[in-house]
């Protein structure tokens, strides 16, 4: 079982050194082959992925021992579905690169960056010690530019390079302050091991400090308002299948990070900033609600509303209670499922009508391409939080989270926050429903001279990747149980063990 | 046959029928209507059979009170979320409503929908929002009760939106979900505040734990919040606006909407809360004063209507705030029986109205008034339907109708003798309420059984002709004339007459008939319902002064609107009335402008403001790297290529302190 995880870690970050040297050979590399290599890759490391995550098996080698630093992977409840979401979104990218064909560079390199990213995300959340887990969260950011520099959109020139500097510019400055926040903790807790660093019992006013700078550096990963500013920029240029590993896989890590660098260790220095990071979090989500109601751009809105959503996820983990933590978990992956599917429709709407503007009059969605009208409305159901779709338990038990905080946080304040965020969530549906309201039933009002442009429907492979997140988005809705008892006695031991 | 070792229990299986009856259309019936209708259909009885095991199993002896679901969520020490099922008389009476009418609406829906593109995407919603509305009803925790209520929020977005070509379809659909969601933020925070104190969802729980402190200010202001997410689901005032413009969805999806889902589900929701409500006069007064405001507003809008849909829409605000006055005046120790009977009736009598309006708006190609007026008439088929509705609707004896209002009529008055404030406003509303119903009910039937038509058909046939008249001389006249004799009757022996002309007009199919027969059946005779002892209704001792000056004042509104319907062209009563007062009426007095005014405006500009200056941040950061380079750049032309004297003195000084450094160490 060793090997499962061997193979769920570093299998890809082989494959995307395959495909580079592939993309660099002078001869030109049949499409296909590169398309077989990937998928087999993708699929092999998802199966590793779940093996790993039934049979939970662990590894543990000396890596730097001058500096005591440890090679330990291995998985919990809490990193397990995380790290099979971001292999079955990467399976499902590789297959959405097929049907949009790659401009700007070979396909070979596209899908080099899609693994690479895989790679560094499996490892981020396989990563037992908080040295290896930081760089493997800085292996990802490299592809990710790759991705949005060279096969971004090209309609406005400079607009890639430009979106592409500004993310990794901001996130590597944000990588910098998580490094100086873990080297900090590493020193003050005596150990990069992760489970040992729980219990470590560092003095209060350190852990405020450490969970300061940590979370500084971890927001813009997040995003957290105001840190948000590259996210947009970031998701619009990016090609679908960039889009789908941003927000399912990239924007999970940071959450991720919060979790296990500070919510765990830093639990009573977290406890003091969390009125801090409640209040950007209900800020964020009404700030991005409310210019999703104005945006003109589809892929724009779908982007700040991830940032909305990531609101509530923080605002979850800022009440500290188990249910809040729970609420966090269950809506950081909800979030992936959702955002990954509602960027593979709209990337694929925006492929059809060569643009996103929200203005143009357009026929319905729903009448003109049914599977793509049915998966952008189930999407935005889920997004708004209709219930028996993903979206719905973390919404609800966040406000009842936020309503009853853990010990240590203002009451009243929360309760505050928790109506506030219950008014975001109608923000949520305003949104959600003026998308549905133009794309979806159309905004065409039959007076326009030109005859209509007809898109195709899904097909293929698209279909396959739109219809298997949207069985996910409704099976994680209706049972919520299966990841709630997996998550149950890790953050059983993250509450407990801190107090 | 035992139920109680059944694996699935009848009070799950109401839910789970027509669940999956929504998800096999969805998988199955991919391009065939005719498919999807028989899926359709075994699913709406199948669903019906379970709310009849259920019956049975009442009937027989103790229920099992308590079923599972999907598990109890594992969210940590400080609260239980168990997501069980609570069956009781209520649910068991309500969820045979339910099924009755969602067999009802899906049968008539396929006459209905037949030619329409989208029939199988309303009839899988229907059946969703059905498997929604029997969460709710048949549900003992709050997360569940939300779970079947924003569903059916969703649900009932995509039913008023089906015609989504038409804008005003896209904007009812909007603004009934942005509406209801609106008021669901406050309930969903009423409820979060009632569950973190009881430490679980368990609605039981939460009322025993939270009776013992029933003077509390925060039960008050959680059971005002939810007194507001119940107001939106059920279009009361001040969200009662929704409602009429959802008559943009199909007549099927209103009967369903209206009759006995989502506007009903208030009612069982406060219902489960009674126990508390009883207890709380500050939030029976909210609620009465919310629920007077609305059922005598929406009666006297009603009348004014010059859509018959809309002024059924009306009369739906007005009867589920007959219901909520019933629960406001409930006195402690009292069962909110009452409200979920007059629930039964109206589900009975509205769903049979709508749907046999649907059935004359297809006749006769709409639901204005000049069009539906004298249709009863020509089509005396909807006659006896259309009669026992209205008359359920107006409340006379002995119709369900009767029954269940003048009940509540009696009970609020009993405790409006009390003092009690809340009783005081309901007992208030009623006495004006109930002349005004009767008023309304009967200008509806004047309309649609007014004779004058075929006249008015003549008058514009002979308009017609006269137009048509050719010159014709005399001689010729009298040369083609046909033979008289001395009397002036014709020679010829006369031509046989017609054959009694058939009415082959379309009606739907004899089980869809059937259907709204036992609609209107139960609205007539439901009444019967009282005897039951599954309902704990006091029906022994009415006021009889109080019965018999309802039925007068009563007799005396409906004798005004016949004299104010007289010699009208219609026979339309309200067209007395001044043509402003219609015209705003039939607009909801413009409140549409004062949600824009006031919600929608504000809302929007703050966006464009957020949106500026997120804009601005974000080319700030944009700008960034840029900004960057050109200092750098900047820095390099201030650069000479020659070793400066101060960097001379900076390695000195580093130099000392390195020194100073190790000397101290």
Partial sequence: MVAALWVAGVLPLLTAAVLLALSRLPRRVPETAVFVISLASAAISLVAAVLVVWRRPSVDLPWVPGLGLRWQLGVDGISGPLLVLAAAVTVLAVLQVRTEPTKGGSPALHQACLAAVQGGAALTFLARDAVLFFVAFEIVLIPMWVLIAVFGDRSEPGRAKAAATTFVLYTVAGSTIMLTGIVGLVYAGGTADLARLSGSGIPAGQQTLLAAVLLLGLAVKVPLWPLHSWLPAAHTTAPTSGSMVLAAVLLKMGTYGVVRLVVGPLHEGFARLAPIVGTLAVIGILWAGLICLVERSLKRVIAYSSVAHMGVVMLALASGSALGLQAALYGNLAHGVISALLFAVVGGLKHRWHGDDLQLARPGARDLSPRLGLALVLGLAASLGVPALAGFWAEFLTVVAAWSPADGRSVGYFRVLAALAALGAVLGAAYALRVARLVWAGSDTGDAREPVAKWPDLHAAEWVVVSTLALAVVVLGVWPNGLMQLAAPVVRDLLGVAR | ?665
């Fill in chain 2, 1 to 665: 046959m035992n139920l109680q070792a059944w694996p699935v229990q009848p009070g799950q299986l109401v839910v789970l029928v027509p669940a999956a009856t929504a998800v096999l259309m969805v998988l199955l019936a991919r391009r065939s209507n005719a498919v999807n209708f028989a899926i359709a259909i075994l699913g709406a009885l199948l669903g019906l059979g379970a709310a009849g095991l259920l019956a049975a199993q009442a009937a027989r002896g103790p229920l099992p009170a308590d079923l599972p679901t999907i598990g109890a969520l594992p969210v940590g020490p400080g609260i239980a979320i168990p997501l069980r099922l609570h069956i009781d008389h209520i649910a068991v009476l309500v969820t045979g409503a339910v099924a009755i009418v969602s067999l009802t609406v899906q049968a008539f829906a396929r006459w209905y929908l037949f030619h329409d593109p989208r029939y199988r995407q309303f009839a899988a919603t229907v059946a969703l929002f059905t498997a929604a509305m029997q969460l709710v009803v048949v549900s003992d925790d709050v997360l569940l009760t939300l779970v079947g209520w924003e569903l059916m929020g969703w649900c009932s977005y995509l039913l008023i939106g089906h015609d989504s070509e038409r804008e005003k379809a896209r904007r009812a659909a909007y603004k009934a979900f942005l509406v209801t969601r609106f008021a669901d933020a406050p309930f969903v925070v009423g409820i979060a505040a009632l569950a973190v104190v009881a430490q679980t969802t368990s609605i039981r729980a939460i009322v025993q734990h939270w009776s013992a402190l029933s003077g509390s200010l925060t039960l008050t202001a959680a059971l005002i919040c939810i007194i507001c997410g119940v107001a939106g689901k059920s279009a009361q005032v001040p969200f009662q606006d929704w409602l009429p413009d959802a008559m943009e969805g199909p007549t099927p999806a209103s009967a369903l909407i209206h009759a006995a889902t989502m506007v009903a589900a208030g009612t069982i929701v406060l219902a489960r809360f009674a126990p508390l409500l009883a207890g709380n006069g500050t939030a029976r007064l909210v609620l009465a004063i919310s629920a007077g405001l609305s059922t005598v507003f929406a009666a006297a809008l009603a009348f004014c209507q010059h859509d018959l849909k809309r002024l059924l829409a009306w009369s739906t605000v007005s009867q589920v705030g007959l219901m909520l006055l019933a629960i406001a005046a409930l006195r402690p120790g009292v069962t909110p029986d009452l409200a979920v009977l007059h629930l039964l009736s109206h589900a009975a009598f509205k769903a049979l109205l709508f749907l046999v309006v649907g059935w004359l708006a297809v006749l006769t190609g709409s639901t204005v008034v000049e069009r539906l007026s004298g249709a009863v008439t020509d089509h005396p088929r909807t006659r006896r339907l259309v009669a026992a509705g209205l008359l359920a609707l107006a409340g006379v004896p002995p119709t369900m109708g009767f029954v269940s209002k003048d009940l509540i009529v009696d009970e609020a008055l009993r405790s409006a003798a009390d003092r009690d404030a809340a009783s005081v406003v309901a007992a208030l509303a009623l006495i004006i309420v109930v002349p005004l119903t009767a008023a309304y009910a009967m200008r509806a039937w004047l309309v649609l059984t007014h004779r004058t038509v075929s006249e008015r058909y003549q008058e514009l046939d002979v308009i017609d002709d006269s137009r048509s008249v050719r010159e014709v001389g005399l001689a010729e006249m009298l040369r083609e004339a046909e033979p008289v004799d001395a009397h002036g009757h014709a020679l010829e022996p006369a031509p046989a007459p017609d054959p009694e002309p058939v009415d082959d007009s379309p009606r739907p199919p004899i089980p869809t008939r059937g259907l709204l027969w036992v609609l209107a059946l139960v609205a007539v005779f439901g009444g019967v319902l009282i005897l039951s002892p599954w309902l704990t209704v006091d029906y022994l001792h009415p006021n009889w002064w109080i019965v018999a000056s309802a039925l007068m004042a009563m007799a005396a509104a409906a004798i005004l609107v016949r004299a104010m319907a007289l010699r009208t062209v219609y026979g339309d009563a309200a067209a007395r009335l001044p043509r402003y007062v219609r015209s705003v009426a039939s607009r909801g007095l413009d409140l549409d402008r004062v949600y824009v005014a006031l919600v929608a405006t504000p809302v929007l500009a703050l966006a464009r403001v957020v949106a500026r200056l997120d804009g601005a941040g974000e080319r700030g950061v944009a700008a960034l790297p840029g900004a960057a380079e050109r200092f750098g750049r900047w820095s390099e032309t201030k650069h000479r290529r020659t070793p400066t004297t101060g960097l001379v003195a900076v390695a000195l000084g580093v130099l000392v302190i390195g020194l100073l450094g190790v000397t101290l160490w």
